[in-house]
Nanobody
Framework: QVQLEESGGGLVQAGGSLRLSCLASGRTFSTYTMGWFRQAPGKEREFVAAIRWRDSSTKYADSVKERFTISRDNVKTTVSLQMNSLKPEDTAVYYC?????????????????WGQGTQVTVSS
C-alpha cells in the first residue's frame, strides 16, 4: 500500500518561498510518476507539477513555470516542491499524488494515491 505524507506548508508573504516535501512509502517507486496538485476554496483540484521517478523528467502547469521546481530524492524517497516568488493566487491546499507508470500525467483521475494535503497561504 502506497502512503504519501506531505509537510512544509505554512503562511508566507507574497514574493516569498516555501518548500513542500512528500514522504513516499510502501513501494519501490522507480516505476512511478509523482505529482503535486492544489485546491483552492471553491475551486477544482488542479495540476501543479509532476516528475517521473525513473529519469526525473518533469512537467509543470503554465501558472507555476519558472517559479516552482519539483525534484525527488531516491535515498529518502521524497518528492519536493520548491516554490519561489509566491503569489496570493498560489494559496491552496497542496496534495502529493502517485501513479504507477512512466506517463507524466496531469489530471486528477490518472493518479491512484493521494496524501492528506498541506495548507499554503500567501498573504499580499
Amino acid at each position: 500500500q502506497v502512503q504519501l505524507e506531505e509537510s512544509g506548508g505554512g503562511l508566507v508573504q507574497a514574493g516569498g518561498s516555501l518548500r513542500l516535501s512528500c514522504l513516499a512509502s510502501g513501494r519501490t517507486f522507480s516505476t512511478y510518476t509523482m505529482g503535486w496538485f492544489r485546491q483552492a476554496p471553491g475551486k477544482e483540484r488542479e495540476f501543479v507539477a509532476a516528475i517521473r521517478w525513473r529519469d526525473s523528467s518533469t512537467k509543470y502547469a503554465d501558472s507555476v513555470k519558472e517559479r516552482f521546481t519539483i525534484s525527488r530524492d531516491n535515498v529518502k524517497t521524497t518528492v519536493s516542491l520548491q516554490m519561489n516568488s509566491l503569489k496570493p493566487e498560489d494559496t491552496a491546499v497542496y496534495y502529493c499524488a502517485a501513479r504507477m507508470g512512466s506517463w507524466i500525467a496531469t489530471t486528477r483521475p490518472e493518479y491512484n494515491y493521494w496524501g492528506q494535503g498541506t495548507q499554503v497561504t500567501v498573504s499580499s
